[in-house]
T-cell receptor, first 116, second 114 residues
Framework: AQTVTQSQPEMSVQEAETVTLSCTYD???????LFWYKQPPSRQMILVIR??????QNATENRFSVNFQKAAKSFSLKISDSQLGDTAMYFC?????????????FGKGTRLSVIA | EAQVTQNPRYLITVTGKKLTVTCSQN?????MSWYRQDPGLGLRQIYY???????DKGDVPEGYKVSRKEKRNFPLILESPSPNQTSLYFC?????????????FGPGTRLLVL
């Protein structure tokens, strides 16, 4: 079974600074997908960024980028120019590349606080 | 606007009183899923549906039922709720499976069972 580990339960960053959230995962699969979801105080789950395991190039979405290290099974999220609105719980998630049921396997989350 | 909706958003009930949480999506998605979120445990899948009339258990199905009579709707049924079902529930949907399709989440339903 796949597992996802987020080793930082809480982090804080000053506004406009850069912060990196860590995520490691365990799988025997070769093809899969990785995601970062953001959960603000409203509790809505919002997709931040997505990475296909077969792509070597790291995904980027505006101020959000990932460092995907397939051999190390590591998938960290970098937030540049942090904003107060980035304050949220962040979840790393794994999805197998299969047809049929494809549940997201989530880590336990990292609570990020952006400080003015 | 493309979205997944859930109702109710908040619910307080008592042990044993049957309840239904509705989920509806307007994106013509085939795959739908229910998750529960508990502190320290992240999100775990309860049930899923590959299409109309095709449903199956996820990781934590005990105490829940689902149905998929229409493509857009996927209600979660708690026939006899118990306090250990107090949780935050999310419905999610995606177009299909097999290609890492993004799953879109509803706004969540916070349930308290007394």
């Amino acid at each position: 079974a796949q597992t996802v580990t987020q080793s930082q339960p809480e982090m804080s960053v000053q506004e406009a600074e850069t912060v990196t959230l860590s995520c490691t995962y365990d799988t025997s699969e070769n093809n899969y997908y990785l995601f970062w979801y953001k959960q603000p105080p409203s509790r809505q789950m919002i997709l931040v960024i997505r990475q296909e395991a077969y792509k070597q190039q790291n995904a980027t979405e505006n101020r959000f980028s990932v460092n995907f290290q397939k051999a190390a099974k590591s998938f960290s999220l970098k937030i540049s120019d942090s904003q107060l609105g980035d304050t949220a719980m962040y979840f790393c998630a794994f999805m197998k590349h299969v047809t049929g049921n494809t549940p997201l396997v989530f880590g336990k989350g990292t609570r990020l606080s952006v400080i003015a | 606007e493309a979205q997944v909706t859930q109702n109710p958003r908040y619910l307080i009930t008592v042990t044993g009183k049957k309840l239904t949480v509705t989920c509806s999506q307007n994106m013509n998605h085939e795959y739908m899923s229910w998750y529960r979120q508990d502190p320290g445990l992240g999100l775990r899948q309860i049930y899923y549906s590959m299409n109309v009339e095709v449903t199956d258990k996820g990781d934590v199905p005990e105490g829940y039922k689902v149905s998929r009579k229409e493509k857009r709707n996927f209600p979660l049924i708690l026939e006899s709720p118990s306090p250990n079902q107090t949780s935050l529930y999310f419905c999610a949907s995606s177009q299909s499976t097999g290609t890492g399709e993004t799953q879109y989440f509803g706004p969540g339903t916070r349930l308290l069972v007394l």
